[in-house]
């Protein structure tokens, strides 16, 4: 034992415990990645805040403030009649809009193959949220916004991406998926929710058309292998590397992303 | 296959034996993968236009099935790598949990009196497993940055020790 480094470690895991759990570090990363997109769109003077898991909104001089990330295995969304005792999310409204949105972290969606998918962060219409949250469940299509952190020690492998393709792959509901899934009339691109005929929530008729009607990003803390970018372009994935606090690259991911929100999405 | 550098087994063990055996994992991820050459920033700023464009670009042949380019750490660079990676890994997360933090605090803030630059809300970090919830308060994220120091130092003794001095931190 280094008794030097023993006592600095036990300081530190003992005052930041989550440090202690296996998947601490990676929550913590795509805490700080769903809160650098609250905060630009905040800069921009879009409406942002913060929303309990009972729908609440965390108000200054609130008894507890308390941003809850879970760390057990995945899940959708549960009912808000359970409390405010689950993970959190932020909510946000852009500037002339009455289009709300959430940003989730780590929640499972269904794909049409009816395996569950989790997307590190997911940004997906208010009325998709709000009817989960009447009696719990999960998403079933693809968030206008996806992003996958990978805080992991090693360069990012092509592996990496093709898991990250395989899973958008399966959560897309196109046009022609309606017949197969037994969707009904209603041509939405992500249930349930209503959107009142909206054509922005249709579904497109091709992987490609869909790919570039949501934002997919592949964030990672470290670097991606040479090559492990080569299927990105295709499949319309912007990849993000060496993402850290205070760098210049997570300054770009934040405001990419902000970008995007601004010019496409209601 | 990379070899394990004998040395580091006392680094990990007390990794362990403060609970962050994670760590453990991740440095022998990082050691069996060795230096990796990897996609540079320009590579991946050019990605990120193509995969905005309408149609796709020709494909730059020279990106595709590349086999991995790497070369192993050993020796002294093993333990150096290792300690520096311990150091910045710690040192990084929390300063991404006090980012977090921050910003948290300041949107809670917004939703009260706007335009009120004093600051009031103070967030607190909590992860939810199935048995236990784990709270972080932003004076305990203090304590814990505030130890950062000791622990580099801690660790660049030891890089010095196993080296015999022909390494430091």
New interface residues.
């Given amino acids: ?2 008794a ?19 998947n ?2 990676g ?3 795509e ?2 990645v ?3 997109i ?2 630009e769109l ?1 800069v921009r003077g879009h409406d ?3 929303q309990r898991s009972d729908a609440s ?6 008894p ?10 995945p899940a959708g969304i549960p009912p808000a009649s359970s409390g405010a ?3 959190s999310c ?1 909510g946000f409204q852009k500037s002339g809009s009455s289009q709300i949105w959430e940003i989730w972290n780590g929640v499972q969606f269904e794909g049409r193959s009816g395996a569950a998918h989790e997307f590190d962060l997911a940004i997906v219409p208010h009325q998709v949220g709000s009817e989960l949250r009447l009696i719990g469940g999960q998403p079933f299509g693809r968030p206008r916004v996806a992003v996958e952190c990978k805080d ?4 990012g ?1 092509i592996d990496e991406m093709r898991t990250l393709v395989a899973r958008l792959y399966d959560v897309t509901i196109l046009k022609g998926h309606r017949f197969h899934l037994n969707l009904g009339p209603s041509p939405q691109s992500i249930y349930p929710a209503n959107f009142g005929g909206d054509p922005y929530h249709d579904s497109r008729d091709t992987y490609r058309r869909e790919n ?1 009607h949501s934002l ?1 990003v592949f964030v990672r ?1 470290t ?8 299927m ?11 993402v ?3 760098s210049m ?1 997570a300054n770009t991911l934040f405001s ?1 992303i902000a970008d995007w929100i601004d010019a496409n999405l209601p | 296959m990379a070899t394990l550098d004998p040395r580091l087994l ?2 990990f ?3 362990v ?6 760590l453990v994992f ?2 022998m ?2 050691i069996n ?1 060795g230096i ?4 540079t ?1 320009d ?2 700023a050019s ?2 236009i ?5 149609r ?2 020709p494909r730059p042949v020279e ?7 790497s070369w192993p750490l050993k020796g002294n660079d093993q333990i150096v790598w290792a300690a520096r ?1 311990v150091d910045g ?2 040192k ?9 933090a921050d ?11 706007i335009g009120t630059k004093e600051r ?11 048995d236990e ?4 308060r932003p004076e ?2 203090a ?2 940055q ?3 120091i ?2 580099y ?3 660049d ?2 890089v010095r020790k196993v080296t015999d001095g022909r390494q430091t931190l």
């Fill in positions: 034992m280094i030097s480094i023993q006592n600095a470690l036990d300081t530190i895991l003992g005052r930041a415990a989550n440090l202690r759990q296996a601490g570090a929550r913590i990363f805490l700080f769903m809160t650098g609250a905060e905040h942002v805040w913060l909104q965390m108000l200054p001089g609130d507890t403030l308390d941003f809850i990330q879970r760390s057990g295995g005792s689950n993970a932020i992991v020690a090693t360069s492998s570039l997919n803390r670097g991606f292998a040479k090559g492990a970018a080569a990105t372009g295709y499949h319309c994935i912007q990849p993000h590397g060496a850290t606090a205070g690259e990419d | 006392e680094l063990e007390t990794l034996e403060s609970g962050a055996d994670w991740e440095l991820e990082g993968a990796v050459v990897e996609e920033a590579d991946l990605a990120r193509l995969a905005s464009q309408e796709e670009s990106r595709v099935a590349l086999n991995l380019e990676y890994r710690l990084d997360l929390l300063a991404m949990m006090k980012a977090s910003r948290l605090s300041m949107l809670v803030d917004r939703r009260g009196d009031r809300s103070s967030v607190t970090l909590a992860l939810r497993g199935d919830v784990i709270a972080v305990g994220l304590d814990a505030s130890a950062v000791e622990l130092v801690g660790l003794s030891w």
